[in-house]
């Protein structure tokens, strides 16, 4: 069975602009969770989609978004960036929503902000 | 206070030996606690995952949870040099909608050939 996906795995962008990552779980998976990982901060929950629904969302400013489709694929979206945004950002799937199921994580987009 | 301390390290120890890697938490409510292992440039990967306290044991792993203490322990025996990588605790409270995974800052572990 294919593990979680993750595109791109780098990406280069200016102060200000806004980026897009995805996210494609594992086959059957239906719940699928962001993070951010950064050397100071370490892994912080950004939030959490299930069928669709934002369940849960972490202290993160609105410029951080994220959607699920049908499919349980997801997408992340930073608008105008900063500097401290750069960092690994970190999908993660699990059967079912909240944290009693077993998460498993992709390879990460790696974000650099100039 | 964080939720959950975890001792950065970095830890080294030669080739064969026990390792003992630990995590310290605050949140009683916590009732799912995970290891996960996560190599240089690569996302983390599920090692152990337990519920409540007692001792769950995955070939050469053994994750031990003590809810009393507030204290969850992985032991890694015979340890090789492919198990370095950074080991990062986890746990949550379960089910409910507003609960999150918290994790610990990571253990950087070197295993000395």
């Known amino acids: 069975k294919a593990g979680v996906t993750q595109t791109p795995r780098y990406l280069i962008k200016t102060r200000g602009q806004q980026v897009t990552l995805s996210c494609s779980p594992i086959?059957?998976?239906?719940?699928v969770s962001w993070y951010q990982q950064t050397p100071g901060q370490g892994l912080q929950f950004l939030f959490e989609?299930?069928?669709?629904?934002?369940?849960n969302k972490g202290n993160f400013p609105g410029r951080f978004s994220g959607r699920q489709f049908s499919n349980s694929r997801s997408e992340m979206n930073v608008s105008t960036l900063e500097l401290g945004d750069s960092a690994l950002y970190l999908c993660?799937?699990?059967?079912?929503?909240?944290?009693?199921?077993?998460?498993?994580f992709g390879p990460g987009t790696r974000l650099t902000v100039t | 206070q964080k939720e959950v301390e975890q001792d950065p390290g970095p830890l080294s120890v030669p080739e064969g030996a026990i390792v003992s890697l630990n995590c310290t938490y605050s949140?009683?409510?916590?009732?799912?606690f995970m290891w996960y292992r996560q190599y240089s440039r690569k996302g983390p990967e599920l090692l152990m995952y337990?519920?409540?306290?007692g001792n769950k044991e995955d070939g050469r792993f053994t994750a031990q949870v003590d809810k009393s203490s507030k204290y969850i322990s992985l032991f890694i025996r015979d340890s090789q040099p492919s198990d370095s990588a950074t080991y990062l605790c986890?746990?949550?409270?379960?089910?409910?909608?507003?609960?999150?995974?918290?994790f610990g800052s990571g253990t950087r572990l070197s295993i000395r050939p």
């Open positions: 993660a799937s699990s059967l079912g929503p909240g944290t009693g199921s077993e998460q498993y």
């Open positions: 086959s059957g998976h239906r719940s």
């Open positions: 989609y299930f069928s669709e629904t934002q369940r």
């Open positions: 949140n009683s409510a916590f009732q799912y």
């Open positions: 337990t519920y409540s306290s």
């Open positions: 986890a746990m949550s409270g379960g089910y409910s909608s507003a609960s999150k995974i918290i």
